[in-house]
């Protein structure tokens, strides 16, 4: 009976059936594309595998690494599935690189340095000193770091940590640092924080000033509410993920210079080379001559970085990147036996190292070069990104692929740097807003009906990048419209399965999953927690705290605020207009200044009442916090800030 019933369901309604998009398969188009991939590049080669697991000690025990109230920082398990051939919902190069990335455990790169491999994002590495480790890159969380501490110890003995090198200002190199080193003995000198010139205030410029934005868009770029499946996610190309838990900034007791310098850290030469504005607007590499080892950072890894990073940051000079690199290859090339960094595996042999370094210095120079030639040609962002095509070493280097940034991507950004967003076209200078534009362009298609069957049309053909354009259009015009926002996840789901790139594929799988199941994520990582705000100096916390100061709810006319904090010898005046919300730091005194309103409480405090874990109120009335002056002013600065929507909507309006 159940097939008779199916039969006639499908005599009575055929259009019904044939237009229900598909969903969670791979159609002919996308076969046919991976498989064209596969051809094109030799897939089957082993040298990567032999690197990434030349030198394995040991694994972490156990296959949760859970955080201090219990929840899950990593679970070793998820990426079991990844082996054998790729399948039909996965780019073959990408399968391959997800592969490499999900080998993992504590490898000895030379005797005395190690890695602590594919239990975050990033790499950890262990440097044996005189006296104990020097740990560079302490991940993203602390619970993989405190793990991954624990087995080197078990493994090669237990040793202090006595000094923490953060290569660069990104949260997934110092937000676990609270697993290897606690404030306390940073403070009392017993560990040394290391650092590029100029990192404290790049990194409090992403974590806390662009934060929420960016955490938004980090679910996106890594797809973090991704199951880990063949149809969801596979790994993000830099690495398989971000490890779960709250993230800590602790200020770095010692900046190398821009001019870089040589420094003894517990027995062991570090030669430090600058590399700001490169991957990072704050960045090291360093030489380790008693090794004849290369630490490359993030600068030189085993895939094309981002110049843009989707998840958002400031555009990175890619003619600058290409020269670090070469002074790299200049200065170290010759003398080292090899070459790690803090994402991947090493590179063995000198010879295999300079064509690294030579083959990474080319893929950031061609996509500068090859961008701004056609731009002085007159191409625009998005005609250049279509034509930028690949260098010949692309072809047989894995380690320049599209993992991570792509060239089409890069090219724009590359545009973006040099001209900006606009490109010279008069019609793009002031477009209409996306709804507004997306109705309009419903209605010259012929309305809702007719739009519709133009995108089905090009789904069928295989045009996604067409159908996505279209479905766009249909679920910006009306949000509430089911059938264009399942074509339009099918539409997406089938970019992500042909892409190359991690992030492109969790971009767009992401973006599929929340047209299906609206925009639901259990867990993200934090940037504004007490241990990340704790460690910013006071103006400024309170620079990012002005960005959430909205004119239209200020209350009165304004006046002039200070703020003194007694355990941290810091002030901070607030100058509060109607429309401006300015911080000045100001010399720590304890003089009245005239202010109309003088406030005096802990730092401590003011996290927890920022966090909300403390009331003003009951701070008053305690005396914990003393308000003097007009009362009313601090209550306008306080009522006038937006409260945040960390989850706010992407792939709707």
């Given at each position: 009976?159940?097939?008779?019933?199916?039969?006639?369901?499908?005599?009575?309604?055929?259009?019904?059936?044939?237009?229900?998009?598909?969903?969670?398969?791979?159609?002919?188009?996308?076969?046919?594309?991976?498989?064209?991939?596969?051809?094109?590049?030799?897939?089957?080669?082993?040298?990567?595998?032999?690197?990434?697991?030349?030198?394995?000690?040991?694994?972490?025990?156990?296959?949760?690494?859970?955080n201090e109230d219990g929840s899950v920082a990593w679970d070793s398990r998820q990426f079991d599935f990844i082996e054998g051939a790729a399948p039909d919902t996965v780019n073959p190069s990408l399968w391959r690189q997800a592969k490499l990335n999900s080998i993992h455990g504590l490898f000895e790169v030379v005797p005395g340095i190690y890695q602590i491999r594919g239990y975050d994002l990033a790499q950890m590495t262990l440097i044996a000193g005189k006296t104990g480790w020097i740990v560079v890159d302490p991940l993203t969380t602390p619970a993989p770091v405190k793990a991954g501490l624990a087995l080197a110890n078990k493994t090669?003995?237990?040793?202090?940590?006595?000094?923490?090198?953060?290569?660069?200002?990104?949260?997934?190199?110092?937000?676990?640092?609270?697993?290897?080193?606690?404030?306390?003995?940073?403070?009392?000198?017993?560990?040394?924080?290391?650092?590029?010139?100029?990192?404290?205030?790049?990194?409090?410029?992403?974590?806390?000033?662009?934060?929420?934005?960016?955490?938004?868009?980090?679910?996106?770029?890594?797809?973090?509410?991704?199951?880990?499946?063949?149809?969801?996610?596979?790994?993000?190309?830099?690495?398989?993920?971000?490890?779960?838990?709250?993230?800590?900034?602790?200020?770095?007791?010692?900046?190398?210079?821009?001019?870089?310098?040589?420094?003894?850290?517990?027995?062991?030469?570090?030669?430090?080379?600058?590399?700001?504005?490169?991957?990072?607007?704050?960045?090291?590499?360093?030489?380790?001559?008693?090794?004849?080892?290369?630490?490359?950072?993030?600068?030189?890894?085993?895939?094309?970085?981002?110049?843009?990073?989707?998840?958002?940051?400031?555009?990175?000079?890619?003619?600058?990147?290409?020269?670090?690199?070469?002074?790299?290859?200049?200065?170290?090339?010759?003398?080292?036996?090899?070459?790690?960094?803090?994402?991947?595996?090493?590179?063995?042999?000198?010879?295999?190292?300079?064509?690294?370094?030579?083959?990474?210095?080319?893929?950031?120079?061609?996509?500068?070069?090859?961008?701004?030639?056609?731009?002085?040609?007159?191409?625009?962002?998005?005609?250049?990104?279509?034509?930028?095509?690949?260098?010949?070493?692309?072809?047989?280097?894995?380690?320049?692929?599209?993992?991570?940034?792509?060239?089409?991507?890069?090219?724009?950004?590359?545009?973006?740097?040099?001209?900006?967003?606009?490109?010279?076209?008069?019609?793009?200078?002031?477009?209409?807003?996306?709804?507004?534009?997306?109705?309009?362009?419903?209605?010259?298609?012929?309305?809702?009906?007719?739009?519709?069957?133009?995108?089905?049309?090009?789904?069928?053909?295989?045009?996604?990048?067409?159908?996505?354009?279209?479905?766009?259009?249909?679920?910006?015009?009306?949000?509430?419209?089911?059938?264009?926002?399942?074509?339009?996840?099918?539409?997406?789901?089938?970019?992500?399965?042909?892409?190359?790139?991690?992030?492109?594929?969790?971009?767009?799988?992401?973006?599929?999953?929340?047209?299906?199941?609206?925009?639901?994520?259990?867990?993200?990582?934090?940037?504004?927690?007490?241990?990340?705000?704790?460690?910013?100096?006071?103006?400024?916390?309170?620079?990012?705290?002005?960005?959430?100061?909205?004119?239209?709810?200020?209350?009165?006319?304004?006046?002039?605020?200070?703020?003194?904090?007694?355990?941290?010898?810091?002030?901070?005046?607030?100058?509060?207009?109607?429309?401006?919300?300015?911080?000045?730091?100001?010399?720590?005194?304890?003089?009245?200044?005239?202010?109309?309103?003088?406030?005096?409480?802990?730092?401590?405090?003011?996290?927890?009442?920022?966090?909300?874990?403390?009331?003003?109120?009951?701070?008053?009335?305690?005396?914990?916090?003393?308000?003097?002056?007009?009362?009313?002013?601090?209550?306008?600065?306080?009522?006038?800030?937006?409260?945040?929507?960390?989850?706010?909507?992407?792939?709707?309006?």
């Amino acid at each position: 009976m159940k097939f008779r019933a199916a039969l006639v369901l499908t005599t009575a309604f055929p259009l019904l059936l044939a237009n229900s998009p598909p969903e969670g398969t791979a159609t002919e188009a996308t076969r046919t594309a991976n498989a064209e991939v596969a051809a094109s590049l030799p897939i089957a080669d082993q040298t990567d595998f032999e690197n990434a697991k030349r030198g394995f000690l040991a694994k972490i025990a156990g296959d949760e690494i859970l955080n201090e109230d219990g929840s899950v920082a990593w679970d070793s398990r998820q990426f079991d599935f990844i082996e054998g051939a790729a399948p039909d919902t996965v780019n073959p190069s990408l399968w391959r690189q997800a592969k490499l990335n999900s080998i993992h455990g504590l490898f000895e790169v030379v005797p005395g340095i190690y890695q602590i491999r594919g239990y975050d994002l990033a790499q950890m590495t262990l440097i044996a000193g005189k006296t104990g480790w020097i740990v560079v890159d302490p991940l993203t969380t602390p619970a993989p770091v405190k793990a991954g501490l624990a087995l080197a110890n078990k493994t090669l003995g237990n040793r202090p940590v006595v000094a923490v090198i953060f290569t660069h200002s990104h949260g997934d190199h110092f937000g676990g640092v609270a697993g290897v080193a606690s404030p306390e003995d940073i403070r009392a000198g017993k560990v040394q924080v290391i650092a590029p010139h100029g990192f404290l205030a790049e990194a409090i410029g992403e974590s806390v000033i662009a934060g929420t934005a960016m955490n938004r868009r980090v679910q996106f770029q890594f797809g973090t509410a991704l199951p880990a499946g063949k149809t969801g996610h596979v790994g993000g190309g830099l690495g398989q993920k971000i490890s779960s838990g709250d993230v800590a900034l602790i200020p770095p007791t010692r900046s190398i210079s821009k001019d870089g310098e040589t420094l003894l850290v517990d027995g062991i030469s570090f030669d430090f080379m600058d590399a700001g504005e490169t991957e990072a607007p704050a960045e090291l590499v360093f030489y380790l001559p008693q090794f004849n080892a290369l630490h490359t950072a993030e600068v030189a890894t085993r895939t094309f970085h981002n110049v843009l990073t989707p998840r958002g940051a400031l555009v990175r000079d890619t003619l600058k990147w290409s020269k670090v690199i070469d002074a790299m290859l200049d200065k170290y090339g010759s003398k080292s036996d090899v070459m790690l960094a803090s994402h991947h595996w090493p590179t063995w042999g000198s010879g295999n190292v300079r064509t690294a370094l030579k083959n990474q210095r080319g893929i950031y120079r061609y996509v500068h070069d090859q961008t701004m030639r056609q731009a002085n040609q007159g191409a625009t962002m998005h005609e250049i990104a279509e034509n930028i095509g690949e260098p010949d070493f692309a072809k047989s280097d894995f380690g320049v692929r599209d993992y991570y940034g792509t060239l089409n991507h890069n090219s724009k950004a590359v545009y973006q740097r040099y001209f900006g967003w606009w490109d010279a076209v008069p019609a793009h200078y002031h477009q209409l807003p996306p709804v507004e534009a997306s109705k309009k362009y419903v209605a010259a298609m012929g309305g809702a009906a007719k739009a519709l069957a133009i995108g089905e049309k090009a789904f069928a053909s295989g045009d996604y990048r067409w159908a996505a354009t279209v479905f766009n259009h249909l679920v910006f015009a009306d949000s509430a419209s089911e059938t264009a926002r399942k074509w339009l996840a099918s539409t997406y789901e089938q970019l992500g399965f042909q892409a190359e790139a991690g992030t492109w594929r969790n971009i767009y799988l992401v973006g599929a999953k929340e047209l299906r199941e609206g925009n639901i994520v259990k867990d993200s990582i934090s940037t504004a927690n007490a241990k990340v705000l704790s460690g910013i100096p006071a103006v400024d916390l309170f620079d990012a705290m002005a960005t959430r100061f909205n004119p239209a709810k200020m209350q009165g006319d304004g006046g002039i605020i200070r703020f003194w904090f007694p355990d941290r010898k810091e002030a901070v005046s607030i100058d509060l207009g109607k429309s401006v919300m300015f911080p000045r730091r100001e010399i720590y005194t304890v003089t009245a200044d005239g202010s109309d309103t003088q406030i005096t409480i802990s730092r401590a405090l003011f996290t927890k009442l920022l966090i909300r874990e403390a009331d003003a109120l009951d701070l008053i009335q305690k005396k914990d916090m003393v308000v003097t002056g007009n009362v009313a002013l601090m209550a306008a600065m306080f009522g006038a800030f937006d409260e945040v929507n960390p989850q706010f909507d992407i792939v709707t309006p």
